[in-house]
């Protein structure tokens, strides 16, 4: 029907036609799928939720006399950052938190600051932190190093997050009778509460649900700038079972994103605290979905209720790695403020913002019209449902005494 | 009979005079301090939670009022940042009277603070810290 040249030259011309991944659910709702990938070119879609595997790497400029980081230790604002590489380059984990925070030591622990309130500092232009130790070498004899960094004068500031964008998500649950602390949220006792996290109908992977169009180089939306997914993330999933209009009906798919942290906003990078487990970042994300074709506007059209996930319960099973579902449910359900599960009505939250999603989509749909933004051919796809590529546990082999 | 949370402003002319006393003495009343900050010749702060009967915990007010201690309900002093807030809704379900309720049109999380009790459980759940509490 049409090619990814061939939309660009319409976006240069502006002449192209984007909706929403909401907007387009109305359109082929009123005028079918024929009509409606007639005359859409481009979805745009949109998730903004906690994602843990994030984190960016940063070249800080070599001081007078040299330091080699590498080998040595590092803290931004008391975060330690990876310093396994040259003498310059550090890479800061969105979980990794203050050598001296209390952790759950009081429980459950607050987890106030970290890798990914770091992250929202820097690029909200405030001064950080860094204090660095190093054993010195005869090309790089500096021992110790303590400085303010700005996002300004780093040499390079890039966001690289091994795994975002998952492709559905659970449904946590707590069957036991003690409340419990997540990385789902508070989760009360017997069933007191059904925490989800996905944007379901604004979310690229479920828009895209045997990744079409989404493959290695398409580029994004990510942070409030431009990035470009890298690679399939860690954990991709893609075997798991699938509803009949393809949609998994479990956590599959995942992206490895990348973009530069300097064009970023503190508003779509947020640091984000987790009441007794931890510190993360809550990540902005948005996938221009290409309408190729009818197939691709279908799945595009992919409504709430018609994508359907797991109910699973985090008092027992999760923590045991006990594969098991308490029952399916659609987003549709989950937005409507509660579920029925075992006869029992659950009040339900959302850790993942659709107001957000949606104004990223928006944000999105807006740069492309203007001509801001122009679509990427994907270099490769990422690995397919068919594949046979699995997400496994870990084999463990007891260490030889 | 009813129970309400309550935060005392008082003058530093005041902080010496047994206030507390008089609502127990006076106006039979019970009550629980949540918080206090009281010290000599500095505006005096207490978050108070009285019980009793109705029409004791009226005069109570009236006689506060009388001395110069500002009240007012601790509902009040539960702010969301908005700046601060994504919208997202997990404190949605911790909340148990439902003061924060998701707007099925626009998806943001809308909070009644004439519902809210201040129990703070949402300040502690939420991920970006957006629920403050001012007193």
């Not at chain 1, 992206?255 to 007794?276: C, F, H, N, R, Y």
């Not at chain 2, 969301?80 to 309720?101: H, M, S, W, Y």
């Not at chain 2, 707007?103 to 502690?124: G, H, M, Q, S, W």
């Not at chain 2, 970006?128 to 007193?135: G, I, L, Q, S």
Request: some cysteine; overall charge positive; hydrophobic content about 35%.
């Amino acid at each position: 029907m049409r090619t990814i040249r061939e939309i660009n030259e319409k976006i240069k011309k502006g002449q192209v036609v984007v909706v929403t991944a909401e907007e387009i659910i109305e359109l082929v709702e009123k005028k079918g799928v024929k009509k409606a990938a007639q005359e859409v070119d481009v979805v745009t879609t949109g998730t903004f939720g906690p994602m843990c595997s994030s984190g960016a790497y940063f070249n800080i400029g070599h001081s007078r006399p040299r330091i080699k980081l590498g080998g040595g230790s590092c803290k931004l604002n008391d975060v330690p950052v990876y310093c396994g590489f040259a003498a310059v380059d550090v890479y800061l984990g969105v979980s990794a938190i203050p050598d001296d925070d209390p952790r759950n030591k009081v429980f459950p622990g607050e987890f106030k600051y970290g890798g990914g309130h770091v992250i929202q500092e820097l690029i909200a232009g405030k001064d950080i932190r860094l204090e660095a130790a190093a054993y010195g070498t005869d090309c790089y004899p500096r021992k110790k190093l303590e400085t303010y960094i700005n996002i300004k004068d780093l040499n390079e500031a890039v966001l690289f997050n091994i795994r975002n964008a998952y492709q559905n998500y659970n449904v946590a649950v707590n069957l036991s009778d003690k409340i419990i602390y997540t990385y789902m949220g508070v989760l009360k006792p017997k069933l007191g509460n059904a925490n989800y996290c996905s944007a379901g109908q604004l979310s690229p992977l479920l828009k895209d649900p045997y990744y079409k169009t989404i493959g290695v180089g398409t580029r994004i939306f990510l942070g409030g700038g431009i990035g470009y997914v890298a690679w399939h993330g860690t954990q991709h999933n893609p075997g798991v079972k699938r509803r009949p209009n393809g949609v998994p009906s479990a956590p599959a798919g995942t992206l490895a994103v990348i973009g530069d942290l300097k064009q970023m906003k503190p508003e779509w990078l947020v640091g984000t605290s987790m009441l007794g487990y931890g510190v993360t970042l809550t990540v902005g994300i948005g996938v221009p979905i290409p309408i190729l074709n009818e197939e691709i506007a279908q799945y595009a059209a992919a409504k709430d209720k018609d994508i359907y996930t797991q109910v699973v319960d985090y008092g027992n099973d999760y923590p045991n790695m006990v594969a098991r579902s308490l029952g399916e449910v659609n987003y549709a359900q989950l937005k409507s403020g509660k579920i029925v599960l075992e006869g029992k009505e659950i009040p339900t939250g959302n850790l993942s913002s659709y107001s957000k999603a949606r104004q990223i989509a928006e944000e999105l749909k807006s740069w492309i019209k203007k001509g801001d933004f122009v679509l990427s051919e994907p270099y490769a796809p990422l690995p397919q449902a068919e594949s046979g590529y699995a997400f496994r546990p870990l084999k463990e082999r007891p260490l030889a005494l | 009979m009813i129970t309400k949370r309550i935060v005392l402003h008082f003058p530093h002319r005041m902080v010496d005079q047994p206030i507390i006393y008089k609502l127990v003495k006076d106006f039979d009343l019970r009550f629980n301090i949540l918080k206090a900050y009281v010290t000599p010749q500095e505006e005096g702060l207490m978050v108070l939670e009285l019980s009793g009967e109705d029409s004791n915990f009226n005069k109570s007010m009236e006689y506060l009022k009388s001395c110069g201690v500002k009240t007012q309900p601790l509902s009040e002093d539960i702010i969301r940042n908005e700046i601060k807030c994504t919208d997202c809704g997990v404190c949605v379900p911790i909340c148990p009277v439902g003061a924060l309720e998701v707007d099925p049109i626009t998806r943001k999380v809308n909070f009644y603070d004439n519902k809210c009790i201040a129990c703070e459980l949402c300040v502690k759940v939420c991920p970006t810290k957006a629920m403050e509490v001012h007193f």
